[in-house]
């Protein structure tokens, strides 16, 4: 199992930016595909970005595409996510996650088979 720690989360104008952190521990974390969900109050989780192993590729959902970026620093066990240009709904607790499929699979959260424990990003208009 790899464990997950987020950081970086709090509150922000719209149209300011925003980095997120996920530090990893425990098993080898360069082996695996990493992503970011999202959660708003009343409202499921939902993919944001992930991705690959290497760092190479990556994909993103329709609603950041364009505003945010995935990154990941292997040597560091770290991965970010830089979001640009925020806006209200952008506001949910964010978590990183372990995919533990294959890449076709990522959008899905039952991908995932180690979270870490979210942090806030609240988005004030």
């Known amino acids: 199992q790899v464990q997950l720690v987020e950081s970086g989360g709090g509150l922000v104008q719209a149209g300011g930016s925003m980095r997120l952190s996920c530090a990893a521990s425990?098993?080898?974390?360069?082996?695996?595909?990493m992503g970011w969900f999202r959660q708003a109050p009343g409202k499921e989780r939902e993919f944001v970005a992930a991705i690959t192993w290497s760092g190479v590729n990556s994909y993103y959902a329709d609603s950041v595409k364009g505003r945010f970026t995935i990154s990941r620093d292997n040597a560091n066990n770290t991965m970010y996510l830089q979001m640009n240009s925020l806006k209200p709904e952008d506001t949910a607790v964010y978590s990183c996650?372990?995919?533990?499929?294959?890449?076709?699979?990522?959008?899905?959260?039952?991908?995932?088979?180690?979270w870490g424990q979210g942090t806030q990003v609240t988005v004030s208009s």
């Open positions: 996650a372990v995919c533990s499929t294959g890449w076709k699979s990522v959008v899905r959260d039952t991908s995932y088979n180690s």
């Open positions: 425990g098993r080898t974390f360069s082996f695996y595909a």
